[in-house]
Nanobody
Framework: VQLQASGGGLVQAGGSLRLSCAASGRTLSSYVMGWFRQAPGKEREFVAAISWSDSVTNYADSVKGRLAISRDNARNIVYLQMNSLKPEDTAVYYC?????????????????WGQGTQVTVSS
């Protein structure tokens, strides 16, 4: 499966963005989907993940209540709605697809990655 992330940009603190991850090659309903981010000089870290059926989600503590992951299997797209953004949310955001069962937070459990989209939050 090929993944294409989009929707990043520059936003002021407190603002919102919605990231999209579009898939081609195979239907997304076969995969657990996750969003991760990587800031300069830091390792890639988990943000959010969602199960095949949209029934189970998992979030990093730092984003709970502000970010929301969702999926539209009919359109083969996964979203990350980002509200109340903070400067510390600044990073390149990546979507990943996993053939494993649960919405895992471990980057090693993801088999396919998109190219990333830059999110910059100014103070």
């Amino acid at each position: 499966v090929q993944l294409q992330a989009s929707g990043g940009g520059l936003v002021q603190a407190g603002g919102s963005l919605r990231l999209s991850c579009a898939a081609s090659g195979r239907t997304l309903s076969s995969y657990v989907m996750g969003w991760f981010r990587q800031a300069p000089g830091k390792e890639r870290e988990f943000v959010a993940a969602i199960s095949w059926s949209d029934s189970v989600t998992n979030y990093a503590d730092s984003v709970k209540g502000r970010l929301a992951i969702s999926r539209d299997n009919a359109r083969n797209i996964v979203y990350l709605q980002m509200n109340s953004l903070k400067p510390e949310d600044t990073a390149v955001y990546y979507c990943g697809a996993s053939i494993r069962f649960g919405p895992d937070s471990d980057t090693r459990k993801y088999d396919y990655w998109g190219q990333g989209t830059q999110v910059t939050v100014s103070s």
